[in-house]
């Protein structure tokens, strides 16, 4: 099955950031999974104050990382990102289980520049 993780890291260091990708990359490795690909979208603000840890949160450093595993390997790594301390917040979305479905999805993750209508304005 192909699945999305969105992980936002607290600001700081790139490192920390680079340390949580790579212990989840690792996971579904070590459990015979494939990690297609990392996309760094880098810190920007919330959208509201998050309190997580007993700290409040304005900024977030967010990554994305598309992986195919067996369900089981998605839940240890939820389990795993909800007791790091320097987690803000993550999401991981499936993104399908068939062949059909997941045969076309790439690895990185682009930026939504897609123009508004007011911007054609």
């Not at 240890?76 to 909800?82: H, V």
């Not at 993104?95 to 911007?119: A, C, Q």
């Amino acid at each position: 099955m192909l699945y999305e993780l969105i992980a936002i890291v607290r600001p700081g260091s790139l490192n920390e950031v680079r340390e949580i990708a790579r212990n989840a990359g690792t996971q579904v490795i070590r459990s015979g999974g494939v990690v297609r690909g990392y996309t760094n979208w880098g810190a920007f603000r919330l959208p509201r104050v998050t309190t997580k840890h007993q700290a409040r949160y304005t900024e977030g450093h967010h990554f994305i990382m598309r992986f195919d595993s067996s369900g089981s390997v998605q839940s240890s790594i939820r389990r795993t990102l909800g007791l790091d301390p320097r987690m803000i917040n993550f999401s991981v979305v499936k993104l399908g289980d068939k062949l059909e479905e997941i045969k076309d999805i790439e690895g990185k993750v682009e930026w939504n520049n897609v123009s508004t209508i007011t911007d054609q304005i």
